[in-house]
């Protein structure tokens, strides 16, 4: 089972359509979770965090089962500059001594909002 | 503005050559690391530093080498050794307290022929 599996995609979706992204991570050690946002050859850049009782901040909306190693990212009311390749992040195992993880990342999931 | 700096944003070298990819940051952040993408892969790390003269390996370090002389900077140098160096190369940094959090620089596009 791959560390970190996403929807494959490529989602195509209208403007002001909701999309959701799903995520699963085999390493039950894992502590922290993340969404980032990559741009057509650009770097990665931080969406959210992901927490246990959930999160939202503007259209975005993520949530988290630990039990069922789970993580989603709801985007409500696309915009067109919402197109982009999104990563599901977990961490790993930690850096010995050092209290530092080493983050794992999704092969992501490309959107493309149409007009 | 505070942010990580990579160059030259795209290289080109033939094959048997190293070559080095800079990577500075103005963040005070004191963990770095390096990051290989392929197309329709995640990314993999290389290499990683949580402090100067200090740094380990990552999942694929084979082919590649760094060094940490000062907490601004992380070069990555791609030996002829690295079978399939082609790829899009990009520099991470993070604070201590928020290790989790990386930033990122805009990446280097190494192409070897």
Redesign the interface.
């Known amino acids: 089972r791959k560390e970190?599996e996403q929807d494959p995609g490529p989602f195509n979706v209208p403007e002001g359509a909701t999309v959701a992204f799903n995520c699963t991570y085999s390493n039950s050690a894992s502590q922290?979770f993340?969404w980032y946002r990559q741009d057509c050859?650009?770097?990665?850049?931080?969406l959210m965090?992901v927490y246990s009782s959930g999160n939202e901040d503007g259209r975005f909306t993520a949530q988290l089962n630990r039990a069922s190693q789970y993580i989603s990212l709801l985007i409500r009311d696309s915009k067109l500059s919402d197109s982009a390749t999104y990563?599901c992040v977990v961490?790993g195992n930690p850096?010995s001594g050092?209290?530092?993880?080493?983050?794992?990342?999704?092969?992501?999931t490309k959107l493309s909002v149409i007009p | 503005d505070g942010g990580i700096t990579q160059s030259p944003k795209y290289l080109f070298r033939k094959e048997g050559q190293n070559v080095t990819l800079s990577c500075e940051q103005n963040l005070n952040h004191d963990a770095m690391y390096w990051y290989r993408q392929d197309p329709g892969q995640g990314l993999r790390l290389i290499y990683y530093s949580q402090i100067v003269n200090d740094f380990q390996k990552g999942d694929i370090a084979e082919g590649y080498s760094v060094s940490r002389e000062k907490k601004e900077s992380f070069p990555l140098t791609v030996t002829s050794a690295q079978k399939n160096p082609t790829a899009f190369y990009l520099c991470a940094s993070s604070s201590r307290e928020y290790s989790y959090e990386q930033y990122f620089g805009p990446g280097t596009r190494l192409t070897v022929t």
Not at chain 1, 41 to 46: T, V
Request: aromatic share 16%; glycine share 12%.
């Open positions: 970190v922290s993340f050859r650009k770097e990665p850049k931080l965090s990563l961490t850096y050092a209290g530092s993880y080493q983050l794992t990342f999704g092969k992501g």
